[in-house]
């Protein structure tokens, strides 16, 4: 093993181990029913059903121009100053826990700041994560949390005291793999799965025991021979195939079932190699829990050329779907369609652009794209293709309110990239990608289209009737954005972009109802949690953590 030095910095005054110790334990069953505790935000994207939505009603359309800085935590990383801070907080009764660029989990009082505890990590110097040294939260269950590292290990902490209780290696980092999601606890098992698809990894989910760290099963994103799908690769290409997992699935306790999106194939832009549909890229898999064996599985861009991995928040909802009750999913896709799929079977339902889209002219019965000829990744100067290469959406965390009905979409709008096809062969470790994608330029004119100012791009919050897959309304930025969306159960929501505005917004209607500069570009999903019966905001921008609440 590649020699590591991991060093734990213990901040603890005697108050300070009082009031972690004092903590109660994160069981299942709390996860479970996350949403009758809405002063806590007990995982990533704050519970299971994985809406972003808090049930706190303190910050009202009214009153939420009156929101301050509570307190901010600035980075202290050993990292350049350019990383990116993208983490999520948990909170815990009235104790946030955070991941400081690429891996000190850090343990703070919600109500200041102050730091009870951090763990410190250094990854191997050969740990070398496609895009950034980022990582987007821990997991907790009991006295323990869970951090995947940018190295390929998967960690367990003491909550109380940061101190490691066990540390397995998961993946090697030689290769391009990392671990970079925030892990999902469910029951006695912590599920993970790695990155590094542009690298020609082969894909996979795997599941922990959370009391030993040992594997308990394992779920190829890319099958290999005797599994099904198999045949959807052409030649060997199945051994070099991606299928990176980014961000943290969902689950169903009823269901037993676990959720999530799968990343794109290898070479991202020159399918040549790699004849077929290429499963389970560009997927939903629904595993069962306990083994990891298929439920279901739906392909949302079969054969990618465009880099439109679906590695976006399998959203769960149980609504009304044509009269009738039904276990929904949403899910906005980074190829610019919005789906509805039946979450027990993975029938497809609907089907929608929620932005321009011109590599497709629809979608079949059965949810298949129908391609448009000629619509593809070619010789220099390339092929202009809507949504651009970073998607209709891509990473940062939808919302789904049930008080409003409708779904909430950080969204490029307006923008398309110049699509470039070349040769590539696999080398372990290095880039695989077949190719690339540039936005394109004001002036040029690709394959019959022109560019022209009215139809730059531009970063949006769509709000999306589910129903229909209409647009509701839509708040327009001045630039571009990579900040996920929060919605509240008194109608606010929050969410912010790449020119270093946070807001508020009313969910109803759109209409801007606060707004503050944070100095930076906000790339996390905000949440909310309350203590002592005040209501906070958190989301991180540009090289800190920013948290708001009502001004006394």
């Not at 590591?4 to 994160?26: C, E, K, Y």
């Amino acid at each position: 093993m590649t020699t590591r030095t991991i060093s734990r910095t213990l901040l603890l005054v005697v108050l300070g181990v009082a009031t972690v110790a004092a903590q109660g334990q994160v069981t299942f069953d709390r996860l479970v029913r996350a949403k009758q505790e809405p002063q806590n935000w007990l995982s990533y994207s704050g519970s299971y059903m994985s809406q972003r939505h808090s049930e706190l009603t303190q910050i009202t359309p009214e009153n939420v121009k009156n929101l301050e800085t509570s307190w901010i935590f600035q980075l202290n990383s050993r990292e350049p100053s350019n990383t990116r801070f993208e983490v999520t907080p948990v909170v815990v009764d009235g104790i946030m826990y955070i991941v400081q660029p690429p891996n000190d989990v850090i343990a703070l009082d919600a109500t200041s700041g102050r730091m009870f505890w951090t763990y410190s990590y250094n990854p191997s110097p050969q740990a070398r994560p496609c895009c950034g040294r980022v990582n987007r939260g821990v997991a907790i269950l009991g006295d323990r949390l869970f951090m995947g590292t940018i190295d390929g290990h998967l960690i367990a902490l003491d909550t109380k005291s940061g101190r490691p209780v066990w540390d397995v290696t998961v993946v090697n980092p030689e290769a391009g793999y990392a671990l970079v999601a925030a892990p999902l606890v469910v029951k006695d098992k912590v599920i993970i799965g790695p990155a590094g698809g542009e690298y020609g990894i082969r894909g996979f989910l795997a599941a922990y025991d959370v009391a030993t760290g040992k594997e308990v099963w394992r779920f190829n994103t890319i099958p290999g021979p005797g599994e099904f799908g198999f045949e959807s690769w052409g030649g060997g290409s199945w051994k070099t195939g991606g299928g990176s997992i980014w961000l943290t699935g969902s689950y169903d306790p009823e269901l037993n079932l676990t959720y999530w999106g799968v990343g794109n194939p290898g070479p991202d832009w020159n399918g040549d190699n790699r004849e077929g549909d290429n499963l389970f890229s560009n997927s939903v898999v629904a595993l069962d829990a306990d083994t990891g064996r298929r439920k279901w599985h739906f392909q949302f861009s079969p054969h990618d050329e465009f880099d439109y991995d679906a590695v976006q928040i399998p959203v769960l909802a149980d609504a009304n779907w044509q009269g009738s009750p039904r276990k929904l999913m949403y899910f906005a896709n980074r190829n610019g369609f919005f789906y509805v799929l039946d979450r027990a079977t993975g029938q497809f339902l609907s089907g929608k652009p929620f932005v321009e889209v011109n590599w497709a002219k629809g979608l079949d019965e059965k949810g298949r794209p129908i391609r448009i000829a000629g619509k593809a990744p070619s010789a220099p100067p390339g092929t202009l293709i809507s949504p651009g290469n970073q998607g209709g959406t891509n990473w940062y965390s939808p919302s789904y309110s049930p008080r409003t009905g409708l779904f909430y979409i950080p969204t490029w709008a307006n923008y398309r990239s110049l699509y470039i096809r070349d040769k590539v062969e696999y080398v372990e470790g290095r880039r695989f990608a077949g190719g690339g994608a540039r936005a394109e330029v004001p002036g040029i004119r690709v394959a019959g289209n022109s560019y022209s100012k009215e139809t730059e791009g531009y970063g949006a919050v769509r709000a999306i009737d589910p129903a229909t897959g209409d647009m509701k309304w839509e708040f327009k930025m001045s630039d571009l954005t990579w900040a996920g969306v929060l919605t509240t159960a008194s109608n606010v929501l929050f969410s912010g972009g790449n020119e270093g505005y946070f807001y508020a917004l009313d969910a109803r209607n759109g209409n801007l109802l606060w707004k503050t500069i944070v100095g930076g570009s906000v790339r996390s999903g905000p949440m909310s949690y309350s203590v002592g019966g005040k209501q906070y905001v958190a989301a991180c921008a540009g090289s800190a953590l920013f948290v708001f609440k009502l001004r006394e």
